[in-house]
């Protein structure tokens, strides 16, 4: 096994809240969206890892990707304890424990394991699509696929990018994957992030044999070649993917910018539509304000609105609509005051601009994931190590 390097070391409810001042300047009014929910700790001022103790069912240590779900069952990839986390309803609060683990024997154990059909090292997203569930297990340099919403302990059925269970090297070719940190699965396709090889590998369906080979590459000429690159056909270290089957996100994280293709690519090489968080392709820089992003690691979409974990400003942005022009300028901004696209502290409740003692329900430290799953928008804020549920 190998351990994954994803580049997040970058960074050291449901109405819209009204709150007053704060810290020394009493009359700095602002506004924040407010979560409803949280998932990984006791209450919204708990920040710690695994709730400042060991893994349990009720906790989560640097969770990475958004949620997945299929409107009743609830999975998280808990990144820092090796394994997904299962819910057979969504959590209703935060005492609530999860109903059973994958990818390890028990809710107590945490550490990565050897690779195998029931182990996970470092998992970094699980999708719920057609009936089944994928895991990104990046750790192993693999994704994982049960056929059916698995429960307690399930084996999986099938490994992409290995020959077999037990197989973990990282690779390049059709069929090999480095450090994989993104899966997706829509309209019998899948899609995976193999940010290692700096490149998006979609399947046209889905694969029904261990080491099946990828149909088409993104980000790269062919499948054997992985240099990162920014323009309309490259890709530097991306982390997330959605798609409806039909169109296509990448957030391309050291690039800053979330590409989008307005019809999910038929052809490797295949070049990008729009930009988002850059005023063109051949733009990278990193940026606060209302139109560029830093280090986006995270992208979900309703199918209408999108939404992006902007991780190293400690922020998710909306999109109320899918771009018809490059460097969009976002509507909303949860994390931060939601009266300015310009802050980006992690953790300033009274946005004083100092980090508080605690996190709040309206703020969040490195966002790295989003999800939209039956009109519940999560938000996988990474470095306070909980899910956060909020109105979309």
């Known amino acids: 096994m190998r351990a994954s390097l994803i580049p997040l070391g970058l960074l050291a409810t449901s109405l819209l809240a009204a709150c007053g001042g704060g810290g020394d300047d009493s009359s700095n009014d602002y506004s924040a969206y407010s979560a409803f929910g949280v998932i990984g700790q006791a209450d919204y001022l708990s920040g710690s890892a695994n709730r400042g103790s060991t893994a349990s069912a009720k906790s989560l240590a640097q969770p990475l990707g958004g949620v997945a779900g299929n409107g009743t069952r609830l999975y998280i990839a808990d990144y820092g304890n090796s394994r997904v986390l299962g819910y057979d309803s969504v959590p209703s609060s935060p005492a609530t424990d999860a109903n059973f683990v994958l990818g390890q024997p028990d809710a107590q154990t945490s550490l990565p394991s050897p690779a195998a059909a029931d182990r996970l090292a470092l ?46 090297d990282p690779g390049l070719s059709a069929s090999s994957l480095n450090n994989p940190t993104s899966v997706a699965l829509a309209n019998g396709k899948l899609i995976v992030v193999d940010q290692g090889n700096n490149r998006v590998l979609i ?77 063109d392709f051949s733009r990278t820089v990193a940026g606060i304000s209302q139109t560029s992003l830093n280090s986006p690691t995270g992208v979900a979409s309703d199918s209408t609105r999108i939404y992006i974990a902007d991780a190293s400003n400690n922020r998710v942005v909306r999109l109320d609509s899918f ?70």
């Open 203 to 279: 399947w046209n369906s889905l694969p029904t044999a261990n080491n099946t080979a990828a149909d088409v590459v993104i980000g790269q000429s062919s499948f054997v070649t992985n240099a990162s690159d920014d323009e309309d056909t490259g890709l530097n270290k991306p982390t997330d993917v959605w798609t409806d089957g039909y169109r296509l996100l990448i957030a391309d994280t050291s690039n800053n910018r979330v590409l989008y293709y307005s019809q999910l690519p038929r052809s490797s090489g295949a070049a990008a539509t729009y930009v988002i968080g850059q005023s």
């Open 123 to 168: 998992p970094s997203k699980a999708a719920v699509g057609d009936g089944r569930l994928a895991v990104a297990d990046s750790g192993n340099n693999r994704v994982l696929i049960w056929n059916s919403l698995p429960t307690a302990g399930t084996p999986a059925d099938v490994v992409i990018g290995q020959a077999d269970f037990s197989a973990d």
């Open 323 to 392: 771009p018809i022009a490059n460097g969009a300028a976002f509507s909303a901004v949860y994390g931060q005051d939601s009266d300015t696209f310009t802050t980006r502290l992690a953790n300033d409740t009274d946005h004083d601009g100092d980090t508080d003692s605690a996190p709040s329900r309206e703020t969040l430290s490195t966002p790295t994931g989003v999800a939209v799953v039956s009109g519940t928008l999560y938000i996988t804020d990474r470095n306070n190590h909980r899910v956060l549920e909020f109105q979309p």
